[in-house]
């Protein structure tokens, strides 16, 4: 089982859609959880991190369940310009810091 | 403010060569991050530096090997290349009191034929 796992995808959706991502992991070491955005053919960029309590972005939300092990990202009123992949990340503290990509949920949204 | 950079951009070997890719961290960053994403999927993380050694290796073979200068730039070196080494090789710097906030360089693709 990969240590990182992310909705296969792709996800097609019209403008104005909600669309959620979901990730789950395995290592229960896990300590910090993050989102990053990755654009065709670019460098991963950070989206945002994901805390305990949930937090929200403006029309990003993200959720953390520690005991279920699994986090979510929900973009309301989806643009054009979300159109990415979407990349779930986590950091375990074993014997050193150790930060695992998901493989990525490809969003394209349609006009 | 500069940031993460890469060089060279695109990099075309024969199996069996060696290469070497730069990478100069963010302005204040000290910690060098590399990853390997083939394509279709997640980067995959090689090691990382700080300090002028090598402080955490993932699961690659010792082909790969990397150094990092008093400068905190820091190079990636693939020896006896294999097809399978075709992928964008990305950096990511950091600074070790927020090593997981990391930014990534537009990367290098390596194309082995």
Known sequence: ?????????????????????????????SQSFFWYRQDCRKE????????????????????????SQY??????DSK?????????VVRAKTSYDKVIF???????VIP | DAGVTQSPTHLI?????????????????DTV????????????????YYEEEERQRGNF?????????PNYSSELNVNALLLGDSALYLCASSRVTSAYEQYFGPGTRLTVT
């Open chain 1, 1 to 29: 089982r990969k240590e990182v796992e992310q909705d296969p995808g792709p996800f097609n959706v019209p403008e104005g859609a909600t669309v959620a991502f979901n990730c789950t992991y395995s290592n229960s070491a």
């Open chain 2, 33 to 48: 991050s590399w990853y390997q994403q083939a394509l279709g999927q997640g980067p995959q993380f090689i090691f990382q």
């Open chain 2, 61 to 69: 073979p010792d082909r790969f090997s990397g150094h990092q200068f």
């Open chain 1, 44 to 67: 991963p960029k950070l989206l945002m991190s994901v805390y305990s309590s949930g937090n929200e972005d403006g029309r990003f939300t993200a959720q953390l369940n520690r005991a």
């Open chain 1, 102 to 108: 998901g493989p990525g949920t490809s969003l394209s």
């Open chain 1, 71 to 76: 986090i979510s990202l929900l973009i309301r």
């Open chain 2, 13 to 29: 070997k024969t199996r069996g060569q060696q290469v070497t890719l730069r990478c100069s961290p963010k302005s204040g960053h």
């Open chain 1, 80 to 88: 054009l310009s979300d159109s990415a992949t979407y990349l779930c």
